[in-house]
């Protein structure tokens, strides 16, 4: 059984940083993309952070670059959103996704929420001015 648990979101003031969390199980890791998304009220759900686990690459949405980073803890199977400098407009609630079936992605397929299968309960970041 798949699963992505997603654990660390909060509410922040403006400026904050946040580490999520997501705890992947139940399919191959070694090579899947794996990543964040995010969707605040009454907008589209957006990538913000993706890893290619096959080869380490890393795809950022525009937005957060510079402020949020993705990594592994390759011993747990524990993906990792590091997100510093936060601002009101990452306000959003966080989901955990992983794609183990697609070939090789562009940056923009891969930070598009197409070919997913997999996607945890999310995790909600508020951050305050």
């Known amino acids: 059984q798949v699963q992505l648990v997603e654990s660390g979101g909060d509410s922040v003031q403006n400026g904050g940083s946040l580490r999520l969390s997501c705890t992947a199980s139940?399919?191959?890791?070694?090579?899947?993309?794996i990543g964040w998304f995010r969707q605040a009220p009454g907008k589209e759900r957006e990538g913000v952070a993706i890893l290619w686990t096959g080869g380490s690459r890393t795809y950022y949405a525009d937005s957060v670059k510079g402020r949020f980073t993705i990594s592994q803890d390759n011993d747990k199977n524990i993906f990792y959103l590091q997100m510093n400098n936060l601002t009101p407009e990452d306000t959003a609630m966080y989901y955990c996704?992983?794609?183990?079936?697609?070939?090789?992605?562009?940056?923009?397929?891969?930070?598009?929420?197409?070919?997913?299968?997999?996607w945890g309960q999310g995790t909600q970041v508020t951050v305050t001015s």
């Open positions: 996704a992983a794609d183990d079936k697609s070939p090789i992605k562009t940056a923009t397929q891969a930070l598009s929420d197409r070919g997913y299968d997999y």
């Open positions: 139940g399919f191959t890791v070694s090579s899947a993309y």
